[in-house]
């Protein structure tokens, strides 16, 4: 699990990667730039590896990788590998953006960053300009130093560029996740995008476990139904499936009265059946599963408080998998979910 999840820079770069045409143009500002370079900084002179989260990907053909989540963090990766000298060329490339192209080529090809910060500096096209930024920012941001004044990027000196050089390329780590094969990746992206949000952990964890070999179609659905069920940590469980309680040619998930579960009818279910089940008003109203909790409505009336959020509440799903499992909800997918992956059967754990 480790091989198939955590990557160094080095062993990022050994692919290569393509940034589609729905992805946005670079958009990092100087704070995350600063941020970053100052944390690489900062942990340069130790043992442990430092995190930079995740990147989600989708292998195509030619065995390059298409960059559906973190093409951010690959820019300007790129950017500070360029000025580190740890790559002698572009590993980034791109469908629908020549330019771009072209600018990471005079970067790498070109005698210093001067040369390509000369070229490009005060051209108008937009996808260019922040990139010419950002090479800038690299270059002149302000680091706090270990003697506690500051110092330019391109001000450190060469034994303190050669340390953070090899510390990025072997303890700076991104956890890649590549996507099954049949990703309905335009709408994986828009989702992300309209939320503008990176990945948190369990939907990288979801999205790894629905991705395994042997499930089909049906599993998937009803993992993925289940899964967003049981992350609504403030819902009861049998509000979130109730629409699985009028599936009657299959049997009531919940039982009749919404105590029990029979977790036997689970793969039984079709949740886009379900979905498109209508009745009329006068089926509704004599129906009894809308008048489950006589005299308290329970499932429509209260508000419910979980004292535990999701990503906490699987380290303790995990923990029943192996009880040396760290219950540390920040740590869910490097420390927690690898030590159990491989024993994790989908629909036994769903």
């Known amino acids: 699990m480790q091989n198939q999840l955590h990557k160094n820079i080095s062993e990022i770069w050994k692919d290569e990667y393509v940034v589609p045409l729905y992805q946005r143009n670079f958009a990092w500002m100087e704070e995350q730039i600063h941020q970053l370079i100052q944390d690489i900084y900062d942990h340069h002179t130790d043992e442990v590896n430092y995190y930079l989260g995740s990147l989600v990907v989708l292998q195509r053909s030619d065995n390059r990788y298409e960059v559906i989540d973190g093409q951010q963090r690959l820019t300007i990766l790129q950017i500070i590998c360029s000025e580190l000298g740890i790559l002698d060329g572009p590993r980034l490339h791109y469908d629908s953006r020549p ?10 090809n070109s005698n210093s960053c001067n040369e390509c910060y000369r070229i490009y500096r005060g051209k ?4 260019i300009y922040r990139l010419v930024d950002a090479l800038d920012i690299v270059r002149k941001t302000k680091i706090r130093t270990i003697g506690g004044y500051e110092k330019a990027f391109e001000d450190l ?9 090899e510390y990025l390329k072997k ?3 991104l956890i890649r996740v590549p996507l099954p094969l049949d990703t309905d990746v335009a709408a994986y992206f828009e989702i992300m995008n309209n939320r503008g949000e990176q990945l948190q952990a369990h939907e990288v964890i979801k999205a790894l476990i629905m991705g395994r070999q042997g499930l089909n179609a049906q599993q998937r659905k009803v993992f993925a139904t289940v899964w967003d069920a049981c992350s609504q940590m403030d819902v009861p469980i049998q509000k979130s499936l109730k629409a699985y309680g009028q599936h009657d040619s299959v049997g009531r998930l919940f039982g009749d009265n919404y105590d029990s579960l029979h977790v036997e009818l689970l793969e039984q279910y079709d949740p886009d059946a379900v979905e498109k089940t209508s009745k009329s008003i006068d089926e509704i109203l004599n129906d009894g599963t809308t008048n489950l909790f006589t005299g308290t409505q329970m499932l429509d009336t209260f508000r419910y408080s979980s004292i535990i959020d999701f990503p906490n509440f699987l380290t303790y799903v995990f923990k029943m998998y192996d009880n040396e499992v760290e219950l540390n909800g920040d740590h869910l997918l490097d420390r927690t979910f690898e030590k159990v992956a491989d024993k994790i059967d989908p629909m036994k754990f769903i």
């Open 99 to 108: 330019d771009v192209e072209t600018f990471f080529e005079t970067l790498f």
């Open 124 to 127: 108008s096209n937009s996808n």
């Open 171 to 173: 303890r700076v780590m």
């Open 157 to 165: 000196s060469k034994q303190e560029r050669s340390n953070m050089a």
